[in-house]
C-alpha cells in the first residue's frame, strides 16, 4: 500500500511538472510570435518609395544620416535604417541597442569591439605602463580587453540586441557603414521605434533637405517627438554615483558624463588608437581555420564569446548564384553564419551585370531591406492584389523596403547593378515565377492553358524557355558588360 501512494504521488508530482513545461514553452512560443507580428497591421500599403537617408546627427570626426522609420514601408518591416561616415582616425564611440543589428560595409575598412558581458578578456598586453591615481601614488598594470575584430568592404558584421560595440577607421579613406535594426525582433521587449543608449552625448538630428543643405530640427517617433540632443547613458546618475561606483574622483566622474564634451558620437583621435589586436592577415587565416573546422562540428564548438561576428559576401568567389551572363548572389544566413540563428536576420549581396534581370519573385517567410551600392535598376514591386506598389529607377545609395509575400523584378541598367539585402529572417526563402525553378514551371501544362486561356503550345513556351534559375542574361542584342 506505501508502495502504491509513493508511486501515486511522484506521478502526480511528474504530471504537475509536465503541465508547467509545456504552458511556459507554449508562452515563450506566442510571445515570440507575437513580438514579430505585432506590427501586422500596418502593412496596408498603396505605394512604395525608393528613398535617401532624411535625417542627420553631425559629429566631429563623420556625420550618421537616418531614414525616416515613421514611413509606411519602415513601419510595415519594423526596421530602422541609418548609414554613418567615418573620417580616417574617427572613432564611432560605444553604443548599445534594444534590438539586434546588422551592419554592412560600403566602403573603407577599420577595426570593432564588441562588448559581451561575462565573457573574458583575453586580449592581454605584455608590457606594463604607468598611470597615477589622483592620490598621487602609482601603480604599473597592464592593458587587458575583450577581442578586437578587423574588418572591410563588403563585411557583414552581426551584434546581438543591448552588446555595446565601438567602431574605428584606421584605413586613408572614409568608412561607410549601413546598418539596420531590427526592432520587430523578439529580442526587443519594447515597442517598435529605435532607440540607440550611447555612451556620448549626441547632438540635435536635422532634416535632409533636397537641396543637400541641413538645418537644425528634431527627429520625430511616432509616440511623440524624442529630443535627440540627450547626455549619454552616464549623464543622469549623479556624479558621486558614478565616482564611487568606479572608485575614481569626481572629475573624472564628470567627463565621464561629457557635459562639457560637445564632440559628439564620432570623435577623431589624433594620434591613431593604440589597441590589442592580432594582424589582419593572422585574423583572416584564423576565421577561415575556424570557419573550416565548424562545418565538421556537432553545432557546440561555438559560444556566445567566440561567436564568429563577421563575413564577407564581396569576394566572387563565395557567390551561391552564379550565371556568367548575368551576375551573381551570395548570402549569409543562420547556415554559414550561426550567430544569425540567434538574431533571426540574413543579408544577401547582389551584382546584376549590364541590363541582366533578376527573375520576378517573392520572400516566402521575411521582408526585405535593399540598399542600391553602385549603378542602378528598373524596379518593379507587385503586391498581393495584383497592384504595383512601385515601378521606377533605384540609384546608388537609395533604398527600397519590399514587404513579404510581394513580387519584386530588378533589371540592371546600362552600368549594371549592385546591392545588398538584409531580411527579417535567419534563413529567408524566396519563390520564382519564371525560370528554371520557378512555380510556373512545376505547374502541368494543362493546368497553365487553362488557367491563362492560352494554347498548349504558349503554355509550354511559357514553362521552358527560360532555363536559368533566378539571374536571367538579357535577350536584346546589346552588348553584354561583365563586371565582378
Given at each position: 500500500m506505501a508502495k502504491s501512494k509513493s508511486l501515486l504521488f511522484f506521478a502526480l508530482c511528474f504530471l504537475v511538472l509536465f503541465q508547467c513545461s509545456v504552458a511556459i514553452q507554449g508562452a515563450r512560443g506566442q510571445r515570440q510570435q507575437g513580438q514579430r507580428q505585432e506590427g501586422r497591421g500596418e502593412c496596408q500599403l498603396g505605394r512604395l518609395t525608393s528613398q535617401e537617408p532624411q535625417y542627420r546627427v553631425q559629429a566631429e570626426a563623420g556625420v550618421t544620416e537616418f531614414w525616416d522609420y515613421n514611413d509606411d514601408q519602415f513601419q510595415c518591416a519594423n526596421v530602422a535604417v541609418c548609414r554613418s561616415i567615418i573620417q580616417p582616425r574617427g572613432l564611432l564611440l560605444p553604443?548599445?541597442?534594444?534590438?539586434?543589428?546588422?551592419?554592412?560595409?560600403?566602403?573603407?575598412?577599420?577595426?570593432?569591439?564588441?562588448?559581451?558581458?561575462?565573457?573574458?578578456?583575453?586580449?592581454?598586453?605584455?608590457?606594463?605602463?604607468?598611470?597615477?591615481?589622483?592620490?598621487?601614488?602609482?601603480?604599473?598594470?597592464?592593458?587587458?580587453?575583450?577581442?578586437?575584430?578587423?574588418?572591410?568592404?563588403?563585411?557583414?558584421?552581426?551584434?546581438p540586441a543591448g552588446v555595446a560595440h565601438w567602431c574605428y577607421n584606421d584605413g586613408d579613406e572614409e568608412l561607410v557603414i549601413l546598418a539596420m535594426e531590427d526592432t520587430g525582433n523578439n529580442q526587443n521587449q519594447l515597442d517598435n521605434n529605435p532607440r540607440v543608449r550611447r555612451k556620448e552625448k549626441t547632438k540635435n538630428h536635422a532634416p535632409k533637405q533636397p537641396n543637400k543643405s541641413f538645418r537644425t530640427g528634431e527627429y520625430g517617433s511616432r509616440r511623440g517627438q524624442e529630443q535627440h540632443n540627450a547626455g549619454n547613458v552616464f549623464s543622469g546618475f549623479d556624479a558621486e554615483v558614478l565616482a564611487e561606483s568606479f572608485g575614481v574622483g569626481r572629475e573624472t566622474a564628470r567627463k565621464l558624463q561629457g557635459q562639457d564634451d560637445q564632440r559628439g558620437h564620432i570623435v577623431r583621435v589624433e594620434s591613431g588608437l593604440?589597441?590589442?589586436?592580432?594582424?589582419?592577415?593572422?585574423?583572416?587565416?584564423?576565421?577561415?581555420?575556424?570557419?573550416?573546422?565548424?562545418?565538421?562540428?556537432?553545432?557546440?564548438?561555438?559560444?556566445?564569446?567566440?561567436?564568429?561576428?563577421?563575413?564577407?559576401?564581396?569576394?566572387?568567389?563565395?557567390?551561391?548564384?552564379?550565371?556568367?551572363?548575368?551576375?551573381?548572389?551570395?548570402?549569409?544566413?543562420?547556415?554559414?553564419?550561426?550567430?544569425?540563428?540567434?538574431?533571426?536576420?540574413?543579408?544577401?549581396?547582389?551584382?546584376?551585370?549590364?541590363?541582366?534581370l533578376m527573375a520576378p519573385h517573392w520572400k516566402i517567410n521575411a521582408h526585405c531591406v535593399l540598399y542600391a551600392t553602385r549603378g542602378e535598376a528598373r524596379m518593379q514591386v507587385v503586391d498581393q492584389r495584383g497592384q504595383a506598389v512601385f515601378d521606377g529607377r533605384v540609384r546608388e545609395g537609395e533604398l527600397l523596403v519590399v514587404p513579404q509575400n510581394y513580387v519584386v523584378a530588378k533589371q540592371a541598367g546600362d552600368e549594371g547593378f549592385e546591392f545588398v539585402a538584409f531580411k527579417t529572417h535567419e534563413n529567408a526563402m524566396f519563390s520564382t515565377l519564371s525560370g528554371r525553378t520557378s512555380a510556373i514551371r512545376a505547374i502541368p501544362v494543362d493546368v497553365l492553358a487553362n488557367a491563362y486561356g492560352m494554347s498548349r503550345d504558349e503554355a509550354r513556351r511559357l514553362k521552358t524557355n527560360r532555363n536559368e534559375a533566378i539571374l536571367l542574361e538579357p535577350r536584346s542584342g546589346s552588348q553584354r558588360q561583365r563586371r565582378g
Open positions: 553604443s548599445y541597442s534594444n534590438a539586434p543589428k546588422l551592419f554592412y560595409i560600403i566602403q573603407g575598412r577599420g577595426m570593432t569591439g564588441v562588448m559581451c558581458s561575462g565573457c573574458p578578456e583575453t586580449y592581454q598586453s605584455s608590457q606594463q605602463s604607468e598611470r597615477y591615481r589622483e592620490g598621487g601614488q602609482s601603480q604599473r598594470f597592464r592593458d587587458q580587453h575583450q577581442k578586437v575584430r578587423n574588418f572591410r568592404k563588403g563585411d557583414i558584421i552581426a551584434l593604440q589597441v590589442l589586436r592580432p594582424s589582419s592577415s593572422q585574423e583572416e587565416q584564423e576565421e577561415q581555420e575556424r570557419g573550416g573546422r565548424y562545418q565538421a562540428a556537432n553545432g557546440l564548438e561555438e559560444t556566445v564569446c567566440s561567436a564568429r561576428l563577421i563575413e564577407n559576401i564581396n569576394d566572387p568567389s563565395r557567390a551561391d548564384i552564379y550565371n556568367p551572363r548575368a551576375g551573381r548572389l551570395t548570402s549569409v544566413n543562420g547556415h554559414n553564419m550561426p550567430i544569425l540563428n540567434f538574431l533571426r536576420l540574413s543579408a544577401e549581396r547582389g551584382v546584376l551585370y549590364r541590363n541582366a
